[in-house]
Nanobody, 117 residues
Framework: QLQASGGGLVQPGGSLRLSCAASGFSVDYQAMGWFRQAPGEARERVSCASNSDGSTIYADSVKGRFTMFKDGTKNTLNLQMNSLKPEDTAIYYC????????????WGQGTLVTVSS
């Protein structure tokens, strides 16, 4: 089971940290990623780390601003989001993924991030 939290309202240029608590498995041994869906848009991948080489890939739109990391002690997947822009407004979802292309397998419920002044 996956439980995301940390969303909210933030001004442009601000920061938020999303957290996804996992139960029933260890995040240290599971490929996982973050996805988002803006109003009227398709769900898109934000960041993902497959187990193939352990590297994290990011959408071009968030590179240099977002950082995904795991906390094994808390068994969470996290997304540090800095320099937020209005176009980052979306519902953010964590998911377990599979394969080098990070195909989502199991979804958590989303958390809403709104970037607005």
């Amino acid at each position: 089971q996956l439980q995301a939290s940390g969303g909210g309202l933030v001004q442009p240029g601000g920061s938020l940290r999303l957290s996804c608590a996992a139960s029933g498995f260890s995040v240290d041994y599971q490929a996982m990623g973050w996805f988002r869906q803006a109003p009227g848009e398709a769900r898109e991948r934000v960041s993902c780390a497959s187990n193939s080489d352990g590297s994290t890939i990011y959408a071009d739109s968030v590179k240099g601003r977002f950082t995904m990391f795991k906390d094994g002690t808390k068994n969470t997947l996290n997304l540090q989001m800095n320099s937020l822009k209005p176009e980052d407004t979306a519902i953010y979802y964590c998911a377990t993924v599979k394969g080098p292309s990070c195909l989502p397998q199991r979804w958590g419920q989303g958390t809403l991030v709104t970037v607005s002044s």
